[in-house]
Nanobody, 117 residues
Framework: VQLQASGGGLVQAGDSLRLSCAAS????????MGWYRQAPGKDREFVAG????????YYADSVKGRFTISRDTAKNTVYLQMNSLKPEDTAVYYC???????????WGQGTLVTVSS
């Protein structure tokens, strides 16, 4: 399974970006997909997740009300709409896929988001 993330870039505080992550490869099942991020010098942290069949979403407190995760099951793609971006959102964003329940077992290569003040 390959995950291809895209959509990162350099923006100013208050701007918006939309990240995409497409899953491809051998036959697999998707239970949920999610986004994590890792800022310079910090550990990777959870950002948002979505269940694949029911579309239930969940977010880190730091992004609630600003970020929205969604999915297109026909395209095996997950999105992260990021609004009202802040400098502290600067990080490499990784998408992840859970195919076995309980943990994310596939990861994308990461896409860099830089928010200037």
């Amino acid at each position: 399974v390959q995950l291809q993330a895209s959509g990162g870039g350099l923006v100013q505080a208050g701007d918006s970006l939309r990240l995409s992550c497409a899953a491809s490869g051998r036959t697999f099942r998707t239970l949920r997909m999610g986004w994590y991020r890792q800022a310079p010098g910090k550990d990777r942290e959870f950002v948002a997740g979505i269940t694949w069949s029911g579309g239930r979403t969940y977010y880190a407190d730091s992004v609630k009300g600003r970020f929205t995760i969604s999915r297109d099951t026909a395209k095996n793609t997950v999105y992260l709409q990021m609004n009202s971006l802040k400098p502290e959102d600067t990080a490499v964003y990784y998408c992840a896929l859970d195919s076995q329940a309980g943990s994310y077992d596939y990861w994308g290569q990461g896409t860099l988001v830089t928010v200037s003040s």
